[in-house]
């Protein structure tokens, strides 16, 4: 096998290792399941009756489904955090580093498992959706689009938690990840039209990447005018991915030089 | 720098910010040896493990690995070694099986053969009937048992073993003791670090003591014993024995007179004077009745009181020098 295979093999033997926790976790498998439907349902039901729609979105489960799916894949990476901060705790981070592996596997292998968790989370979500009323307006290739930029977005989230799980010395402060995510998925177009928001919580909402991927997904699953969403949620997530990535592999670098 | 050895190690410095965990450790172990790095904590020995094991550059000096650099070549050498940490780095949330697995897939052994390893290596500790069972249902013993097996997968030639024995029953601890002198018998050139003379004593060829970063002493076990002043006798006598004929009858076993303190006979033993065998036979002959005989071995602290005057300090904080312990020393 070349360099690149063996890489490629590394990655998947960790991604797998990754993977295997979460039947084995049950608060983690919770997480990834009943805690989406929880929230879908929840915003439908709660909120649902409450917020008054721009006309051309049929009912607040149109509206919500594209947003909270956002959200959701924002948080998928935070298993990522709380994984590398307890490798690095009980030495197994070492014991990778001790092995003839690709240096880039151990953080490959933690983003491309989550790339799989936040895929069946939005199955999960989506069928729930379909389920109390979502309906798509797109043909197959719009909904894959859809997916696709829901997963890169999602990549990009897991570098800033494997930057947080490498930076953070427990579990627990790992999941300060939060403090970021929760307010900018609120002050977005995700939950709620912007234009309902204060002046200045309305300008930053609207520049807000999360309301830019919101309503490419948006525009793709409810065939609504994508304006620049679609190629600006690409630009966003790729953006993030090349600032956020090499910060965490130069603090995996450090991390483990102690 | 000669191919003899398999681990080889010159002028090694690391520092973090002002503290000096190394400050020139040279260390040399041929192949198919056991080297004990024996210290204290805090001396450097699991930094200097760090650097053996590719994990941690030296700020200066070199070292060679199975011939290869750990710098240069560290890649390359990554597949020559086995590393047991100071934690059991075992996963959790995997089976046994699924943990020594995994470690072979990234030692690129294959999936067949990874497999197969898996089994041989459970098989022998003793872990088989914990195969499919989750890591995290493990005794520490089993763990550590675990952790040890995790090293060997790729039957590396060169394994390095930091305090494998670290909060270990005494059971477990002599099982992992049998395991590792059944490696080097099979070859294996194998570095341990420990803060037990006893478990140098027992596996190291030969042994080098660090201290504050520094190798102060290395030898074998009976070259720093003979520094230590080897095992002591220790005998209490019944009441009403002849105090003076016991010491008469023990005098030719001893390094030097036997004295008596608190009512305790205590004396150097002569080595290959028969040990404690023959000076029970002694004393019967010369009429001296035994409450308890016992053998002390050399500690860690006596070691460090003959080489540096002061106790090894097992807990010592940095900055804060205590003065040598009397009480200790006594």
Same mark, same amino acid.
């Given at each position: 096998m070349?360099?690149l295979?063996?890489?490629?093999?590394?990655?998947?033997?960790?991604?797998?290792?990754n993977l295997?926790?979460?039947?084995?976790?049950?608060?983690?498998?919770i997480?990834?399941?009943?805690?989406?439907?929880?929230f879908?349902?929840l915003?439908?039901?709660?909120?649902?009756?409450a917020i008054?729609?721009?006309?051309?979105?049929?009912?607040?489960?149109?509206?919500?489904?594209?947003?909270?799916?956002?959200?959701?894949?924002?948080?998928?990476?935070f298993?990522?955090a709380i994984?590398?901060?307890e490798?690095?705790?009980?030495?197994?981070?070492?014991?990778?580093?001790?092995?003839?592996?690709?240096?880039?596997?151990?953080?490959?292998?933690?983003?491309i498992?989550?790339?799989?968790?936040?895929?069946?989370?939005?199955?999960?979500?989506m069928?729930?959706?379909?389920?109390?009323?979502?309906?798509?307006e797109?043909?197959?290739?719009?909904?894959?689009?859809g997916?696709?930029?829901?997963?890169?977005?999602?990549?990009? !989230?897991?570098?800033?938690?494997?930057?947080?799980?490498?930076?953070?010395?427990?579990?627990?402060?790992?999941q300060?990840?939060?403090?970021?995510i929760?307010?900018?998925?609120?002050?977005?177009?995700?939950?709620v039209?912007?234009?309902?928001?204060p002046?200045?919580?309305?300008?930053?909402?609207?520049?807000?990447?999360?309301?830019?991927v919101?309503?490419?997904?948006?525009?793709? !699953?409810?065939?609504?005018?994508?304006?620049?969403?679609? !190629?600006?949620?690409?630009?966003?997530?790729?953006g993030?991915?090349?600032?956020?990535?090499?910060?965490?592999?130069?603090?995996?670098?450090?991390?483990?030089?102690? | 720098?000669?191919s003899d050895?398999?681990?080889?190690?010159?002028?090694?410095?690391?520092?973090?910010?002002?503290?000096?965990?190394?400050?020139?450790?040279?260390?040399?172990?041929?192949?198919?040896?056991?080297?004990?790095?024996?210290?204290?904590?805090?001396? #450097? %020995?699991?930094?200097?493990?760090?650097?053996?094991?590719t994990?941690?550059?030296?700020?200066?000096?070199?070292?060679?690995?199975?011939?290869?650099d750990?710098?240069a070549?560290?890649?390359?050498?990554?597949?020559?070694?086995?590393?047991?940490?100071?934690?059991?780095?075992?996963?959790?949330?995997?089976? #046994?099986?699924?943990?020594?697995e995994?470690?072979?897939?990234?030692? +690129?052994?294959?999936?067949a053969k990874? $497999?197969?390893?898996? $089994?041989?290596?459970?098989?022998?500790?003793?872990?088989?009937?914990?195969?499919?069972?989750?890591?995290?249902?493990y005794?520490?013993?089993?763990?550590?048992r675990l952790?040890?097996?995790?090293?060997?997968?790729?039957?590396?030639?060169?394994?390095?073993?930091?305090?494998?024995?670290? #909060?270990?029953?005494p059971?477990?601890?002599?099982?992992?003791?049998?395991?590792?002198?059944?490696?080097?018998?099979?070859?294996t050139?194998?570095?341990?670090?420990?803060q037990?003379?006893?478990?140098?004593?027992?596996?190291?060829?030969?042994?080098?003591?660090?201290? +504050?970063? %520094?190798v102060?002493?290395?030898?074998?076990?009976?070259?720093?014993?003979?520094?230590?002043?080897?095992?002591?006798?220790?005998?209490?006598?019944?009441? #009403?024995?002849?105090?003076e004929?016991?010491?008469?009858?023990?005098?030719?076993?001893?390094?030097?007179?036997?004295?008596?303190?608190?009512?305790?006979? %205590?004396?150097?033993? $002569?080595?290959?004077?028969?040990?404690?065998?023959?000076?029970?036979?002694?004393?019967?002959?010369?009429?001296?009745?035994?409450e308890?005989?016992?053998?002390? $071995?050399?500690?860690?602290?006596?070691?460090?009181?003959?080489l540096?005057?002061?106790a090894?300090? +097992?807990?010592?904080?940095?900055?804060e020098e205590?003065?040598?312990?009397?009480?200790?020393?006594?």
């Amino acid at each position: 096998m070349s360099a690149l295979q063996y890489a490629a093999s590394d990655t998947l033997v960790l991604a797998k290792r990754n993977l295997a926790r979460i039947p084995r976790a049950p608060d983690l498998l919770i997480s990834y399941t009943v805690q989406p439907v929880m929230f879908v349902l929840l915003f439908v039901y709660v909120f649902g009756g409450a917020i008054e729609l721009p006309p051309q979105f049929g009912d607040y489960t149109d509206f919500l489904m594209p947003g909270i799916v956002v959200q959701t894949m924002a948080f998928g990476g935070f298993v990522t955090a709380i994984g590398l901060s307890e490798d690095l705790r009980k030495g197994l981070i070492d014991r990778f580093r001790s092995l003839p592996i690709a240096r880039s596997a151990v953080l490959a292998g933690r983003t491309i498992s989550d790339i799989a968790l936040n895929l069946l989370s939005i199955v999960i979500m989506m069928g729930v959706g379909l389920l109390v009323g979502f309906t798509f307006e797109a043909n197959v290739l719009e909904i894959l689009a859809g997916v696709g930029i829901l997963l890169l977005f999602g990549y990009a !989230w897991s570098w800033f938690f494997a930057l947080m799980g490498l930076t953070a010395s427990s579990s627990e402060s790992a999941q300060a990840g939060f403090i970021v995510i929760f307010p900018l998925t609120f002050a977005s177009s995700a939950f709620v039209p912007p234009d309902s928001m204060p002046a200045g919580l309305q300008a930053f909402a609207e520049a807000n990447p999360f309301s830019t991927v919101t309503d490419a997904i948006r525009a793709l !699953w409810l065939d609504l005018p994508a304006h620049t969403d679609v !190629w600006m949620s690409v630009v966003w997530s790729v953006g993030l991915i090349l600032v956020l990535a090499p910060l965490a592999a130069s603090r995996y670098r450090k991390a483990t030089h102690r | 720098m000669s191919s003899d050895y398999a681990v080889e190690a010159e002028g090694l410095v690391k520092s973090y910010g002002d503290v000096k965990a190394l400050a020139g450790v040279d260390l040399r172990a041929p192949a198919g040896s056991v080297l004990g790095l024996l210290g204290p904590n805090g001396a #450097g %020995k699991t930094t200097a493990v760090r650097i053996l094991t590719t994990l941690l550059p030296p700020d200066s000096g070199s070292a060679r690995v199975a011939g290869l650099d750990v710098v240069a070549d560290a890649t390359a050498l990554r597949s020559q070694i086995g590393l047991a940490g100071q934690y059991a780095a075992v996963d959790e949330n995997l089976t #046994g099986a699924e943990n020594l697995e995994m470690v072979g897939r990234l030692y +690129h052994l294959g999936k067949a053969k990874s $497999r197969e390893r898996a $089994r041989e290596l459970l098989e022998r500790f003793e872990l088989d009937e914990a195969t499919d069972r989750l890591a995290r249902t493990y005794s520490g013993g089993m763990r550590r048992r675990l952790d040890l097996a995790a090293a060997l997968v790729a039957a590396p030639p060169v394994i390095f073993l930091d305090e494998p024995t670290t #909060g270990l029953d005494p059971r477990s601890r002599a099982n992992l003791l049998e395991t590792i002198e059944g490696r080097v018998a099979e070859g294996t050139t194998v570095l341990l670090t420990t803060q037990t003379l006893d478990e140098a004593d027992r596996l190291a060829d030969s042994i080098s003591v660090i201290d +504050h970063g %520094k190798v102060i002493a290395e030898g074998t076990s009976d070259e720093l014993k003979a520094r230590v002043g080897g095992e002591r006798l220790e005998v209490t006598l019944t009441e #009403g024995s002849q105090q003076e004929q016991a010491i008469e009858a023990l005098v030719p076993l001893a390094e030097e007179r036997p004295a008596c303190e608190n009512g305790i006979l %205590k004396l150097p033993m $002569r080595d290959g004077a028969g040990g404690i065998a023959e000076a029970v036979r002694r004393l019967d002959q010369a009429g001296a009745g035994i409450e308890d005989i016992a053998l002390r $071995r050399p500690t860690l602290d006596d070691v460090f009181i003959a080489l540096t005057g002061r106790a090894a300090e +097992h807990e010592q904080r940095e900055g804060e020098e205590r003065e040598p312990a009397e009480e200790v020393a006594a």
